[in-house]
């Protein structure tokens, strides 16, 4: 009882083990610097299905080429064994024989010519009894190894492109999703800051937001702090002392990510600001949109 039961603990860390490595997988798929180990785990994973073919239809003509090679050679070899007096000429065709008589020993004789591993050392006597015997063994070249296997490269080739294909597509997807993810944490925070439900926020209410703890640990996940109070207020109101929904959404999505964006963020809305200081100096310049046509 004791064996069975270590036995069916050491069954259990080992399926652990296996979803661990699943896991390490799906890791490996996010990293950019696991991209091409990811591809060529893909690739052998896709190509399971072309590799199980590529194994019926390459027996399917080693079997009808082992057939025809009975019927054709080794009917000729034994007919030569039948008259051969020499007994070094009759041990050379029983070599020649136990790699072709029977369908088993040909197919794997074949299967000897398709891997290109030394042939044509038997080829060659054969050819001393049969000469056009050279005509049969090419045209199994031909057909498995030029035709057939530049096939199955073509197809695991092609499996390979189209998987880079779909990881692009599933990126985008995961871009995409990642955005709406963002929107809709942005609109439930616009929604807690929006105490009386006006649809802006004042700065009595932003600034609140900033003093409620559960508030406060939102602002942080952006990467803003209690300090950036004023200035994010500032950068997001257009000049009204009030902050829309607009305003709110799309400063904040600009404003995501590195450091760089937020300093070239504040810099387009100061450049804005300082635009309306000077229209209301010295007029609309040519290029500004409340010209006159």
């Known amino acids: 009882d004791a064996s069975v039961d270590s036995g069916g603990a050491f069954r259990a860390l080992n399926l652990f083990r296996t979803v661990r490595l699943a896991r390490l997988v799906r890791v490996f798929r996010k990293v950019p610097a696991f991209r091409e180990a990811w591809m060529l785990i893909r690739g052998l994973s ?3 299905r072309t590799l199980l073919w590529t194994v019926v239809v390459i027996f399917f003509v080693t079997y009808t080429f082992a057939i025809f090679g009975l019927v054709i ?5 034994q007919e030569a064994r039948k008259v051969a007096d020499d007994p070094l000429e009759q041990t050379k065709l029983d070599k020649m024989l136990e790699l072709t008589a029977g369908l088993d020993s040909m197919m794997y004789t074949l299967v000897q010519v398709l891997c290109e591993d030394s042939f044509h050392a038997f080829m060659r006597d054969i050819l001393d009894y049969i000469w056009w015997s050279w005509m049969y063994f090419y045209a199994y070249i031909a057909l498995a190894c030029l035709v057939l296997m530049n ?3 073509a197809i695991i080739v092609e499996n390979a492109m189209e998987t880079s294909r779909n990881d692009h597509e599933q990126q985008v997807q995961e871009k995409e999703a990642k955005q709406r993810r963002e929107v809709r944490e942005l609109k439930h925070l616009f929604t807690l800051m929006d105490a009386d439900g006006s649809g802006t926020l004042c700065w009595d209410e932003f600034q609140d937001s900033f003093k409620d703890p559960t508030m406060c640990k939102k602002w942080m996940l952006l990467d803003f702090q209690e300090d950036d109070c004023q200035e994010l207020f500032t950068l997001l109101d257009d000049g009204d002392g009030e902050i829309e929904v607009s305003e709110f959404f799309e400063g904040l ?9 937020k300093d070239v963020f504040r810099l387009q809305k100061t450049l804005e600001k300082l635009e309306k200081v000077l229209d209301e100096i010295v007029g609309p310049s040519p290029k500004s949109p409340a010209s006159p046509k």
Do not use: N, Y
């Not at 050679?73 to 070899?77: K, N, R, T």
């Open 253 to 261: 999505q600009r404003m995501r990510g590195p450091a760089a964006s």
């Open 46 to 48: 896709d190509s399971s």
């Open 73 to 77: 050679i080794v009917s000729d070899l």
């Open 151 to 153: 096939l199955v490269t």
